[in-house]
């Protein structure tokens, strides 16, 4: 198994990741870390923040030479923007600024059920961790079990379907396509259905609107026999499908054709077997995912996410102070990040595939990894 945990505010010093359990000798390349971390902060209808951070990690332990020595790996991002707001943040003050407090939450953010869970007069206190800039770090850790998993040539993949109502014309997309529309504007296969994308997000932003929007992720060359049917913490669309709602505005998953399924026959969904030096499908409706096991064929995920809850043209709220009619809070926000969205999903679910392989392999080296590896493919091509 392996675990991490993160810390840090949106606009504190930074952000921090600290990863156990992933096995010693794995060569580890901190361009790749950073290329992905560009790729977060990428895509079109983001807002100021973006323009200020230029994110880049720094490894402060468990990694030497260029590979991994089986010691923790903690990782650290800094927040560009802590120079603005070093005096609001107040880490070194240990007094509450009373006039400069946060208290009209904003509708959909986590500000008013976390204010009063955790009983704080300040919001800012619950939407600084609530802050999406916490996957800057969760990109930097996921690229890491990416790393491991190019080990066992696996690859993720992944492409913005859907914003607000446009979609891209066809569902038939190849893997060369999405890999040519990693840095088009909104990650979007098809550059017609793009345009209208842009055009509805500069529509939204010019009345001080957000929008949401869908995206879909594929994995490819994943093993049989990840993930497991026996109880229900085990099941691999189980984890995947936390993984992807735990992700900050995500309010959807689908595996495989997900929601579709509901209104078709049996026979239409159910990918059906035959037998050609392995074990083949004629389609892969399931997603490549039943019983909670892998089935061979890539793993397909969809996301919707929600339009942003910070609005320009803000909705109604209430002064929590007052209980006074109000505004929600204006603050600086991204009028869509649907794009940044997939990237950090295409990463938290490298982190889930990297767990299932270390849980079903095992092994301290990436050597003894590979040897445990290796025998069971050569079982599974043997059945
Ligand atoms: C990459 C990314 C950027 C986001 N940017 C903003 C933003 O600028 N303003 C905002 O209010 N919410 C933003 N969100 C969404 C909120 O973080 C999220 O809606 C909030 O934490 C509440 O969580 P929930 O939507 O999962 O319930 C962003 C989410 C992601 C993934
Ligand atoms: C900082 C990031 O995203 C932030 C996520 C976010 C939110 O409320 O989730 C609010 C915005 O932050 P700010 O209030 O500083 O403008 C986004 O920019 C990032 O992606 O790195």
């Known amino acids: 198994m392996i675990r991490y945990l993160t810390a840090g505010e949106s606009h504190g010093k930074g952000l921090i990741g600290i990863i156990e359990g992933f096995p010693a000798n794995l060569k580890i390349d901190i361009n790749s870390i950073n290329n992905e971390l560009k790729r977060r902060q990428m895509g079109y209808g983001r807002g100021g923040r973006m323009k200020i951070e230029k994110d880049e990690v720094e490894i402060l332990s468990g990694i030497r030479n260029g590979k991994t020595i089986g ?45 009063i869970k955790y009983n704080h007069l300040d919001i800012r206190n619950v939407l600084e961790r609530a802050s999406a800039r916490e996957t800057a770090i969760r990109v930097a850790i996921g690229n890491i079990a990416k790393q491991f998993l190019k080990e066992f040539n696996i690859e993720i993949y992944s492409h913005v379907i859907q914003i607000g109502k446009i979609k891209i014309e066809s569902d038939n997309v ?33 009345i001080g609107d957000t929008l949401g929007g869908l995206f879909e992720l594929i994995a490819t060359n994943i093993p049989i026999g990840l993930g497991s049917h026996v109880n229900w913490d085990r099941k691999l669309d189980g ?28 026979s239409q969904v159910h990918d059906e077997i035959y037998y050609d030096d392995g074990y083949k499908r004629y389609s892969n409706n399931a997603g490549g995912i039943e019983g909670g096991i892998s089935n061979g064929s890539p793993i397909i995920v969809r996301a919707a996410m ?74 599974v091509n043997s059945r």
């Open 239 to 266: 984890k995947i499908a936390q993984g992807m709602m735990s992700l900050q505005g995500i309010k959807g998953v689908e595996i495989g054709i997900g929601f579709r399924a509901a209104e078709l026959l049996g």
């Open 71 to 115: 010691s923790p790996i903690a990782l650290f991002i800094k927040n560009r923007d802590w120079e603005n707001w070093k005096d609001i943040m107040g880490i070194e003050k240990n007094k509450l600024d009373e006039d400069r407090i946060v208290t009209r939450p904003r509708p959909g953010h986590a500000d008013l059920a976390g204010a």
């Open 174 to 206: 190849s893997i060369d396509k999405i890999k040519s529309a990693d840095k088009s504007p909104l990650r979007v296969v098809d550059s017609q259905s793009e345009k209208k994308m842009i055009n509805e997000i500069d529509k939204a932003k010019k």
């Open 306 to 379: 929600k339009p942003i809850p910070t609005l320009k043209k803000p909705l109604k709220s209430i002064d929590m102070k007052t209980k006074e009619k109000f505004e929600a809070q204006k603050e600086r926000a991204d009028v869509c990040a649907v794009p940044s969205a997939s990237i950090v999903a295409e990463n938290i679910l490298a982190w889930i595939l990297a767990d299932e392989i270390m849980i079903k392999f095992g092994g301290d080296s990436i050597e003894e990894l590979k040897d445990n590896y290796n025998r069971y493919i050569d079982y």
